[in-house]
């Protein structure tokens, strides 16, 4: 017995007459043309759904960097230009800043300002400078040129990273007492031994 000769069902198709437009219904036709714009809406929806998720990865690699690189979203930097304005510059995000990078001129009412920040966890003043003058920044300590006054961070126990300027050539007692950078082993301290008082 001679073994049956197995048909590919494409080539079978293959083989069968091709319909012309005109042997078709005007529904086939129809039907044919809304599934060519179907499937070009559905290509359309593909690129446009990969193009989103795209989108959302990059916004999720940019969140983790922020978070993973220590960013505040709560972040300013303000030039105090004339000594004594920091609070007008700050305005209403006095109470939300978190992290606060200052450059310019800085006097008592300015550390007064910076002392009343609930919300600070992070100072940077490498580029400022401290002057005489302006309301008293604690009690009765006022500032004076180039240091870091007596009891100047007393108590900030929020702040957890200070910078000081550069220019400093001198730090008063206990100007970081009951503050989580008194904690800390820093060159600071080494440099400036009150700083431990």
């Known amino acids: 017995m001679q073994p049956m000769k197995k048909v590919h069902p494409i080539r079978e198709t293959a083989s069968l007459p091709k319909q012309t437009n005109r042997n078709l219904t005007k529904e086939t036709i129809r039907h044919r043309e809304r599934m060519k714009r179907d499937k070009k809406q559905l290509i359309a929806n593909n690129k446009k759904t990969r193009y989103m998720k795209r989108i959302n990865l990059y916004a999720i690699v940019w969140l983790i960097s922020l978070l993973l690189t220590g960013i505040s979203l709560n972040a300013e930097t303000i030039n105090v230009s004339t000594a004594g304005s920091l609070e007008s510059l700050l305005g209403d995000k006095k109470h939300v800043v978190e992290n606060l990078t200052l450059t310019g001129s800085l006097n008592g009412s300015d550390i007064r300002c910076i002392r009343q920040m609930g919300k600070l966890t992070a100072l940077n ?24 006054g007596e009891q100047m961070f007393y108590g900030l126990s929020k702040l957890a990273s200070i910078v000081i300027p550069s220019s400093v050539t001198s730090i008063g007692n206990s100007a970081f007492a009951d503050c989580i950078y008194n904690h800390r082993t820093t060159k600071t301290n080494q440099k400036y031994p009150s700083v431990n008082l």
């Open 125 to 148: 003043m490498k580029d400022a400078y401290i002057v005489e003058g302006g309301a008293p920044y604690y009690g009765t300590f006022y500032t004076y040129g180039n240091a870091i």
